[in-house]
């Protein structure tokens, strides 16, 4: 289990995170998602101990500095390009194992897993980003971890690693362990997270399971008429809200397109385009409001192990 507590950390005077909690159950694959800027990398750095703030991130109950073998136990891909440029891409996860005292049998364990046991004696600076996210994932797999961190790993991907890691990821979280990974649109990661926790300018924007999340965000319809502000009266006397766009045409949520064609109707105005539009869903995310929650039971920022500072 990943548990963030109050991260908080600064740049110079903008806060990059501010008071950031949140939590990734065993069996559970969670999507920390937002624009460019909004914290992202910052709580996987502060997860590792990259980089120094406040608040703790705990695997289990530990935070990452007191692991006794912490490639036993958390696996993490920050930067797949991060590769010696003298070394084979065996040569490479060697170098891996011996540091975490994992078995060389292992290597090629875990090239045939990445699917890239061809490339085994090629370096891997010439690789594209395809090959190298799917050697720094064999990396980060060495040591049998039951938790898996990964910045932004779909950037760019080939639809064929793209599907091998979205698989990987799931079976991993379905066999009990937890991942969180990185992502700047949440769409990206829809089709398999559970949870997403949404940050927008380093605070909490969302969090939750990622299909209610996604239920609870209103689509639209889209109307262009031949009167848009008789229509649009009469579509708040009936209930529904109405956005006027630039271009005269009226953005409608509250009432299905039938209801509003039903509108148009009864108020003899000519409808000339009746369409749904569906919710930008980043942007929709962003603008949901976050309730007040507890931290979570027990945890005292001032008490928390590493709680003052997150270990560099």
Known sequence: MIEALALSKRHGSRPALDDVSFTVPDGVLAALVGPAGAGKSTVLRLAVGLDRGSGAVLFDGEPYSRLPRPAHAVGVVLDPRALHPGRTARGHLRSLAAGAGVPRRRVDEVLEQAGVTGARRSRPQHFRRGAALRLAVAGALLGHPRTLLLDDPLTDLDDDSRAWLLDLLRVHADGGGSVLITASRAADVLAVADELVVLRRGRLAARGPASDLVAGLKAGVLVRASDPGLLAGAILRWGGDVEPCDD????????????????????????????????????????????????????????????????A
């Open 248 to 311: 005269g045409a009226l953005v409608v949520t509250g009432l299905d397109m039938a209801a509003v064609g039903e509108v148009a109707r009864a108020e003899g105005v000519a409808v000339h385009e009746l369409s749904r539009r569906t919710a930008d869903l980043d942007a929709a995310l962003l603008s949901l409001e976050l309730p007040e929650t507890e931290l979570l039971p027990g945890a005292n920022p001032g008490a928390v192990p590493g709680a003052s500072a997150v270990p």
